[in-house]
């Protein structure tokens, strides 16, 4: 399988915000604020967690957990936008949980980003439930068996669902995040019923905010806001353009990209 045609930003696709280091063996997000090492093959981040980060509106204190955290791009940028907040990170693969506490030491983290190796349908015991002020997911976009398996297994794992659907991963986060705290999640548009039906009766204040790749096309990703145990109704948000039709980033987009800025929910 080849990389998502579909992901924002992906590598393939030109005009990122992001640059390399000076040795090249670190991708530097949010104007350079975060120095990530990114494995040389693979899944490889883009805009989708800075993107995520941005969502989540914590505050000194808070405490999150990070499903899916992979080589920690969207913890990593969540740490330098909100000083004094504690992620805990969780992924399959251990390769990339090893390189997460790498990049936490190399952004100066590490005493509040704790990245651990775990299976989102079997959460360790040492995560206790209804522990965390906010979760944040990047799940996995594509079902089990809508594409060829990737002949790299990292990739594979990172862009298809395994054993744990998107309902599996849904629980998890509900299961993790206090009552009244918030759960966010980024999507392809395109599952977006899947998700909406996953959250159905177990989670309100459900808000849905499309990306657009730009001015009259059609959204490629969501942004899924939603509190447990809140009664109110969901929201459909205007959302963001991504691209001038230039191709160039919006400065709103811009903004969150380069400058840190949240995302307004």
């Known amino acids: 399988m080849n990389p998502d045609p579909n992901r924002i930003g992906s590598p393939e696709t030109p005009g ?147 054993a744990a659907g998107l309902a599996v991963w849904v629980s998890a986060a509900l299961i993790m995040v206090r009552a009244k705290g918030w759960i966010t999640f980024i999507h392809r548009a395109d599952r977006l019923d899947d998700l909406l039906a996953a959250l159905h009766g177990r989670a309100s204040g459900i808000a849905v905010f499309p990306l657009w790749p730009g001015p009259g096309k059609p959204a490629k990703r969501v942004i899924v806001q939603a509190r447990k145990g809140a009664a109110s109704p969901l929201r459909f948000l205007p959302g963001l353009v991504l691209h001038q039709p230039s191709g160039a980033y919006t400065a709103a987009a811009d903004a969150i990209l380069r400058d840190a800025a949240p995302l307004s929910f």
């Open 16 to 162: 990122l915000p992001e640059t390399h280091g000076e040795n090249g063996n670190a991708d530097l997000l949010l104007g350079g604020r975060v120095s990530l090492a990114q494995p040389p093959s693979g899944y490889r981040a883009a805009i989708d967690p800075v993107m995520l980060a941005a969502a989540v509106a914590a505050s000194a204190g808070d405490s999150i957990l990070d499903l899916g955290c992979g080589a920690g791009a969207g913890a990593l940028c969540l740490l330098a936008r909100v000083p004094g907040i504690r992620v805990t990170g969780l992924d399959l693969q251990i390769d990339l949980v090893r390189l997460a506490g790498e990049n936490a030491k190399r952004n100066g983290v590490a005493n509040r980003f704790l990245p651990m190796a775990g299976d989102v349908a079997r959460l360790p015991p040492r995560l206790a439930p209804a522990s965390f002020d906010h979760v944040m997911c990047n799940p996995p976009y594509l079902k089990s068996g809508a594409a060829r398996a990737s002949a790299n297994p990292g990739r594979d794992i990172a862009n298809r669902e395994g």
